[in-house]
């Protein structure tokens, strides 16, 4: 018996208000932990039935909007980052970016949403 996967790339308007919740709920999270807005929207596309790399995209997107929107408190004169930091993080975030994307194209989608599921558990609980 041949499992049907329900895999579409048209948003519902049920969709269209889950992503603006997932946005602001997101932002508060990722304003506080630093992680969030990425990984809620990854989950709920993933669940959703849409296309893994699409979701992973789109949540790449997002990130990198809601990290560049911040960008100038956090390079200001004033910013409390710790650039010793950054010039290590840094780089090895884009590294980490790269193998990841490429190691989702491996990885089946369930295996994907359980790990990333863990993931954001962990995050919560450590946070």
Not at 26 to 33: D, H, M, P, Q, Y
Not at 103 to 127: C, F
Request: net charge positive.
């Amino acid at each position: 018996m041949k499992v049907k996967i329900n895999s579409h790339n048209q948003l519902k308007p049920l969709d269209i208000l889950s992503l603006i919740i997932i946005g602001l709920v997101g932002g508060v999270i990722t304003a506080w932990l630093s992680v969030g807005v990425g990984e809620l929207l990854v989950l709920f596309l993933i669940f959703r039935g849409f296309c893994v790399t699409l979701a992973i995209a789109s949540a790449v997107a997002v990130t990198a909007i809601t990290v560049w929107s911040a960008a100038p408190i956090h390079l200001s004169a004033e910013s409390d980052a710790v650039w010793g930091i950054v010039m290590y993080a840094g780089p090895a975030a884009i590294i980490g970016g790269i193998v990841a994307k490429t190691i989702a194209t491996y990885i089946n989608t369930k295996m994907l949403k359980t790990v990333l599921g863990l993931w954001i558990l962990i995050m919560g609980l450590v946070g």
